[in-house]
């Protein structure tokens, strides 16, 4: 455990420079995989999606040909009623089609993957209508990058298959777009421990009909490797990789990985140049996998929920226009934020804080650092006459802030709403006297629009 320090870490001092504002562009979502029947026919299917209504959650990310989800072609009506439950919370699901077994270059097995992603296409048309359906998001394979999820095909490969089946999804859609564009993309691209993942957004985006492009999606985490010495776990491969250094090293690492996704997003959106084609940041958590020994509930207790609102931050100032995180519903697994009882994870409750306060379409600003201020991160978010700011603690450390240092126009805020260690993982609402105190993880909302906020 690292050491909190004795003495809070107050700093004062003249007021930071105001930063030009702009838009909330991005919007919020997530992957359904071992929790679709808890959120479409479990008994807590309504609280379950009330949570992601107050997540804000737009986009909700299913699979077909692979992961544990119905099989539209034995299992229609369990498929169509977890289609059913995303479009009931008020969100547009990404039907993402991994895969098909090798050999990818083989024809016949593109020609029939094809045929079998078209029938899915044609029969939700069916069920919900043309005008419904293409406003829905597709994305093309899952991880082609990464020998383990989904296969390690080449560029080449992938290429030739998203030109086959975007092609296809674009021919029944195209009726009932109208000016509109078909939300087709992938590559869905492991960014967590590849290094040249890039190359396949930019292939795609150089070798594709822009009219097949939608949006482009990467994948990142804060590390993939356990949490604890992987000579403990069995079973455990590293695929040559060093072991992790665990214990009081490796918190701070994994909270030094959220600026990245910041600079990961640029990079995206220099690649896009200016294209009508979204930035999606289509797969996101603390750590990548699913057992609690192995993770220490990074996921999902506080570092993880000071771990994904610092990566929110990040994301919106990178320019992503869609955040998916890796789960929404947890089933007996350590990804999901909500359990499968509807209760919250701590992580829950800082993204249901965060999407209260900075929404699409909001005025945001990103306050100056300046010398003496601690390691936070902040975003300030209007609308109207609505104002509010978030800070993110991604440190042990107990921090004491004055947000008038970052912005004096924060005084006229008097409801703080606090998740940290002393809160005993609830969020705590508080009157807002000019200073917050943040013990160690957490998150701290300070807002003049505090009866509109839902905090159980």
Known sequence: MLGRSPQPNAFAGAQAPRMPARRMKMRYGFNEIYGWWHLSQGE????????????????????????????????????????????????KPMITFAKFPPPYDRKRNIAEYVARSAEIVWSCIERWGGEEVSQWYWCIWNEPNNLAVGGDL????????????????????????????????GPAADGTHRAFW???IARLLAEIDERQIG????HRYGDWRPAVPSNSLPGVVMWG??????????????????????????????????????????ELNTMSHHEYYYTLGYNQNL????????????LIRGGADLEMR?????????????????????????????????????EIRFPADFEGAPKLDTIIA???????????????????????????????CGELFRLDESTDEKVAPEQFAGRITLNGYGIAVITNAGTATVID
């Open 303 to 314: 570092l993880g929920a000071a771990y994904y609102a610092s990566v929110l931050i990040h």
């Open 326 to 362: 890796w789960t929404a519903t947890a089933h007996t697994d350590a990804y999901g934020l909500i359990y499968m009882d509807g209760k919250p994870s701590p992580a829950a409750l800082a993204k249901q804080l965060f999407a209260q306060h900075v929404r699409h379409g909001d």
């Open 44 to 91: 807590h299917r309504d609280e379950i999606q009330r949570r992601l209504r107050l997540m804000d959650t737009k986009v909700v990310r299913v699979f077909v040909f692979d992961q544990p989800v119905p099989d539209p072609f034995k299992e229609w009506h369990a498929f169509e009623g977890m289609l059913q439950a995303i479009l009931d919370l008020g969100a």
């Open 241 to 282: 990789s060093p072991d992790s250094p665990n214990g009081a090293a490796f918190e701070p690492l994994l909270l030094a990985q959220t600026p990245v996704y910041e600079a990961a997003a640029r990079g995206v959106e220099r690649l896009l140049q200016d294209r009508d084609v979204l930035n999606v940041c289509g």
């Open 198 to 200: 890039m190359d396949w």
């Open 382 to 412: 209007r609308e109207g006459k609505r104002l509010s700011a978030v800070f993110v603690n991604p440190t042990r450390e107990c921090v004491t802030i004055t947000p008038a240092d970052w912005d004096g126009e924060l005084d006229t």
């Open 154 to 185: 080449t560029i080449d490969q992938y290429i030739e298959i998203y030109d086959a089946i975007s092609s296809e999804i674009l021919k029944q859609l195209s009726p009932f777009l109208g000016s509109r564009k078909a939300l087709i993309g």
């Open 215 to 218: 949006f482009v999606s990467w």
